[in-house]
């Protein structure tokens, strides 16, 4: 199994954009050195609890300051773009990335961010617009550009090319391989996109149990297209913080800012729209709210010592029936008091927690696929 971080990034409210950049550049740099596989970064316009508009200018600022760890959106939503100019801009980050860059495409984001774009979530028009859009990127991609497309949303001519004017832009190597979707739902239309194509499945942190059902999504949609799902590819994306002690970990969460972005912002969103069962364990009280502590208390977060997130790791691939890729979510530690305890977590969990994984699953550990 590898590890990767996802960034959505979960920043503080009022702080200025530029240190909120800083911040995150700084982290994937830092998950570069202590042998991080893969970071994804999220896009978000109206919540600056998430405050980041372009993925694609934190990972085109990031290649030069890394090596050898691959740079994903995390995601791009499709709707929110004409796909001819994302296929492009796309293209051109994997060519400066030299083919690091991975794609992570979804057709969700915040409500309030489908209401600027009018796209309205309660018909599906989201899923509709995505599905498109991905026609005409993967179009773009192919030799010789686009050809004419006449969708529900959007329209595509092909240009009366000549010696100087054509198509000439495509990503640094096949894309395909490096293509993902994201989801969190039981029912997935994004998780069915990754099934039904052989993409990249991406699943978000809600409980073990939880995360466990979305395997059949893909594999049921990639049986439907003759595909063989694989699951060396699934991502699961998990809150985690390791420190030295179970008390010292606990302390840096409850008292921190993953348990403040938890407890007043996204707390509030999955209460608000009925989900919140889905962050909760099988066995875990049901008259308790799920707030940060119960997600602690439960593990549904892995926080603690290094043997306390060892064991939850293994239980939750033994749980899911394997994935290829850990993804620690990230949060803004930026704070002088906090920064250190974070980058120490980052690094207890790539340095010493990791291999004593891969150890305690053996001969069971999947192989993660790239191009």
């Known amino acids: 199994m590898e590890l990767g971080l996802f960034l959505q990034p979960a920043s503080k409210p009022g702080r200025p954009l530029a240190d909120t950049i800083d911040w995150n550049v700084d982290v994937i740099r830092h998950a570069d050195a202590c042998g991080f596989s893969e ?8 919540s600056p609890w998430e ?40 293209a051109q980050l994997d ?13 969700g984001g915040t409500p309030t ?25 993967l179009d773009c991609w192919k030799p010789g550009g686009p050809d004419d497309y006449d969708g529900k949303y959007w329209s595509v001519r092909k240009p009366k090319y000549s010696d100087n004017y054509y198509w000439h832009i495509e990503p640094y190597a096949p894309p395909e391989p490096r293509i993902g979707f994201a989801g969190f739902m039981p029912n997935s239309g994004s998780l069915t996109i990754a099934g039904e ?6 699943s978000f942190n809600v409980a073990p149990e939880n995360v466990a059902v979305h395997w059949p999504v893909v594999e049921n949609a990639a049986l439907a297209a003759g595909r063989v799902a694989d699951r060396g590819k699934w991502r699961h994306i998990r809150e985690i913080y390791v420190a030295d002690t179970a008390a010292e970990a606990r302390d840096a969460v409850l008292n921190g800012f993953a348990a403040e972005f938890w407890n007043r912002y996204f707390k509030v969103i999955v209460e608000r729209i009925g989900i919140d069962d889905l962050f909760r364990r099988d ?54 008091e906090a920064r250190d305890g974070w980058m120490r977590s980052m690094a207890l969990l790539a340095q010493e927690v990791m291999p004593r994984v891969n150890a305690a699953l053996g001969t069971t550990v999947l192989t993660t696929a790239h191009s």
């Open 39 to 46: 970071v994804w970064v999220g896009q978000h316009i109206t």
């Open 283 to 336: 066995g875990a009280p049901k008259d308790e709210p799920v707030d940060a502590r119960h997600l602690v208390d439960n593990g549904t977060w892995f926080v603690g010592d290094p043997d306390q997130v060892v064991q939850l790791i293994v239980e939750q691939y033994e749980l899911s029936g394997g994935f290829g890729v850990l993804l620690q979510m990230g949060f803004d530690y930026a704070d002088p």
């Open 197 to 202: 194509r052989g993409y990249i499945p991406l």
């Open 113 to 137: 961010d489908a209401q600027l774009y009018d796209v309205d979530f309660s018909t599906g028009q989201h899923q509709e617009m995505s599905r498109e859009a991905l026609e005409i990127i």
């Open 95 to 107: 060519q400066m990335a030299r083919g690091r860059l991975m794609f992570g495409f979804g057709g």
């Open 51 to 90: 405050a980041l508009p372009s993925p694609q200018q934190i990972i085109a600022r990031s290649i030069g300051e890394t090596s050898n760890i691959r740079l994903g959106t995390g995601v791009e939503v499709l709707y929110q773009s004409h796909p001819v100019r994302l296929a492009a801009e796309l």
